[in-house]
């Protein structure tokens, strides 16, 4: 089993910065990624970044591109989340979720095996 643990949510205006973090505990060491995705109210949950433990190889989606970054650190097994220049359409519930095995796709929530409970993000204008 593996807990994730998200933290660094809260209310900023546009243009302003967050940095999410997810702690990983338990049994972290057969994990192919981890994945930030993102849930609106009334909305689907959608992808946001990944990045791979086996060589730390990041994807983004297009609408987070150059404005968030996906990092690591090893030895606290703990997944960051920068987000710059948030804009109001960045508001949601943000979850990290790590996938155990390659396979699906790292873009699809149902490729992923293990959630956090997610952590609030609100962008105001």
């Known amino acids: 089993q593996v807990q994730l643990v998200e933290s660094g949510g809260g209310l900023v205006q546009a243009g302003g910065s967050l940095r999410l973090s997810c702690a990983a505990s338990g049994r972290t060491s057969s994990t192919t990624n981890t994945g930030w995705f993102r849930q609106a109210p009334g909305k689907e949950r959608e992808f946001v970044a990944a990045?791979?433990?086996?060589?730390?190889?990041?994807t983004y989606a297009d609408g987070v591109k150059g404005r968030f970054t996906i990092s690591r650190d090893n030895a606290k097994n703990t997944v960051y989340l920068q987000m710059n220049s948030l804009k109001p359409e960045d508001s949601a519930v943000y979850y990290c979720a790590q996938r155990t095995y390659p396979s699906g796709s790292k873009y699809s929530a149902q490729s992923y095996d293990y959630w956090g409970q997610g952590t609030q993000v609100t962008v105001s204008s």
């Open positions: 990045i791979y433990w086996g060589g730390g190889s990041t």
